[in-house]
């Protein structure tokens, strides 16, 4: 291993590592890192024949060399969520996020009271304007107060509002900081509301609902494009007489229009409908979430909270005391890859594709991140063979 200096930062190679690719798994590639006014891009994916002798190396020592993970879903961990509107709360978030791989995140917030979503929402602009350790954070998910009461799951059912009742023009104002939005597309003023939030660059998102196909299709036309966390809180297949009328889950496996969330913890869905979303679905529209609530990190056992709601850590899950819902993952993103390979049998760059490159597709950072390519910034990961980050860089800067 080289130890380099500020002389020899400009550019580097990681050598020693098996290189994964949007396509395939390469061995014998280094990753070139050139840094240029402290930000780092990768500058060359070569052989080592092909590297100049002089040029320093960094031994990745055999490991996995992914791309930074990119969590559009999480809400908390440690015992902290981010509907706290506090520096240690967001501290503690993003740095166990970054010990995990993940270099860009939303800060995903549950469903309160109005007041208190936008004062979450002016902490998080001021904290996205400021230089802090941890995890980077990429904007606002906000799993929203607009959802159906019967599909509610774990949110908290009396912070729920109807998306005409005027409480989306609060929201709006934070437009700059709030990238996804969570809808039931059923609900009335949803359409109305989907096509003000997609003017405004805002990514609406279908869930906790029980939409049939007709109303995800409208909800379409006005500029619907993602699904959360599929096969949790959402609509299926009803008969109206002879008729079977399809509901979101079954328009989100078909849809090439959508984007879809799967939470691959192995709690939240059996490996038989991880497997189906898969088939159906493909690598490039499917994407892995952690849905992570305060209860990650925390023992078995353990109580935890979002707002005024308390759950459970169970049988490595979050839970309602009640058991009649579970509560969010315990488990982050970086745990969620040999899930997906191991469990569900998905190539591992596929598995990678769909924490990395998809994710920032959709929040349209795929030309910055997301991949090891030529010209992209150099957020990657070092991971043992257990998924375990044994080194993350962000910007060519190792950070963890």
């Known amino acids: 291993m080289v130890h380099m200096t500020k002389e020899t930062q400009s550019t580097f190679a990681l050598v020693n590592g098996r290189v994964v690719l949007p396509d395939r798994i390469a061995d014998g590639l280094a990753v070139v890192i050139e840094i240029h006014n402290s930000v780092g891009k990768i500058g060359a994916l070569l052989s080592y024949d092909q590297l100049?002798?002089?040029?320093?190396?960094?031994?990745?020592?055999?490991?996995?060399?992914?791309?930074?993970?990119?969590?559009?879903?999480?809400?908390?961990?440690?015992?902290?969520?981010?509907?706290?509107?506090?520096?240690?709360?967001?501290s503690t978030i993003l740095e166990e996020n970054l010990r995990r791989g993940v270099t860009g995140l939303l800060a995903t917030v549950g469903a309160a009271p109005l007041a208190d979503m936008n004062e979450i929402f002016s902490f998080a602009r001021r904290w996205m304007t400021e230089t802090h350790s941890g995890t980077p954070l990429l904007g606002v998910h906000l799993e929203s107060p607009y959802t159906n009461p019967a599909q509610a799951g774990a949110l908290d059912r009396s912070?729920?509002?109807l998306p005409l009742d005027g409480s989306a023009d609060s929201l709006l104002e934070y437009a700059d900081v709030l990238r996804i939005l969570v809808l039931a597309p059923e609900l009335p003023g949803a359409a109305?509301?989907?096509?003000?939030?997609?003017?405004?660059?805002?990514?609406?998102?279908?869930?906790?609902?029980?939409?049939?196909?007709?109303?995800?299709?409208a909800a379409m036309q006005s500029g619907l494009r993602h699904v959360t966390h599929l096969f949790s809180a959402m609509s299926t297949t009803v008969r109206e007489g002879p008729w079977r009328k399809p509901g979101l889950?079954?328009?989100?496996?078909?849809?090439?229009?959508?984007?879809?969330?799967?939470?691959?913890?192995?709690?939240?869905?059996?490996?038989?409908?991880?497997?189906?979303?898969?088939?159906a679905i493909?690598?490039?529209?499917?994407?892995?979430?952690?849905?992570a609530l305060?209860?990650?990190?925390?023992?078995?056992?353990?109580?935890?909270?979002?707002?005024?709601?308390?759950?459970?850590?169970?049988?490595?899950?979050?839970?309602?005391?009640?058991?009649?819902?579970?509560?969010?993952?315990?488990?982050l993103l970086n745990q969620m890859i040999?899930?997906?390979?191991?469990?569900?049998?998905?190539?591992?760059?596929?598995?990678?594709?769909?924490?990395?490159?998809?994710?920032?597709?959709l929040l349209?950072?795929?030309?910055?991140?997301?991949?090891?390519?030529?010209g992209k910034d150099a957020d990657l990961v070092l991971f043992n063979p257990d998924f375990t980050a044994w080194r993350t860089m962000i910007a060519g800067q190792w950070v963890h």
């Not at 109305?192 to 299709?217: F, P, Y």
């Not at 349209?364 to 030529?374: A, H, I």
């Open 294 to 331: 305060s209860g990650a990190g925390l023992p078995e056992g353990a109580h935890f909270r979002m707002g005024s709601m308390e759950y459970e850590v169970a049988d490595g899950v979050g839970m309602m005391f009640d058991r009649s819902a579970f509560a969010g993952s315990t488990t």
């Open 192 to 217: 109305e509301l989907t096509a003000r939030l997609t003017e405004r660059g805002v990514i609406v998102a279908a869930g906790h609902s029980m939409a049939k196909e007709q109303d995800v299709l």
């Open 249 to 279: 889950l079954e328009t989100a496996l078909v849809n090439p229009g959508l984007t879809v969330e799967m939470i691959a913890d192995n709690r939240h869905l059996p490996p038989t409908l991880m497997k189906l979303a898969y088939n």
């Open 52 to 90: 100049p002798p002089n040029l320093p190396r960094f031994d990745a020592g055999g490991r996995w060399i992914i791309p930074g993970l990119i969590d559009v879903h999480t809400h908390g961990a440690l015992g902290y969520t981010f509907n706290e509107p506090t520096e240690l709360a967001f």
């Open 282 to 291: 493909g690598p490039d529209r499917l994407m892995a979430v952690s849905d």
């Open 364 to 374: 349209q950072l795929d030309s910055r991140k997301g991949s090891l390519e030529v």
């Open 159 to 161: 912070s729920l509002r």
């Open 338 to 361: 040999p899930v997906l390979t191991d469990v569900v049998g998905i190539p591992l760059w596929e598995a990678v594709r769909m924490v990395s490159l998809n994710p920032a597709r």
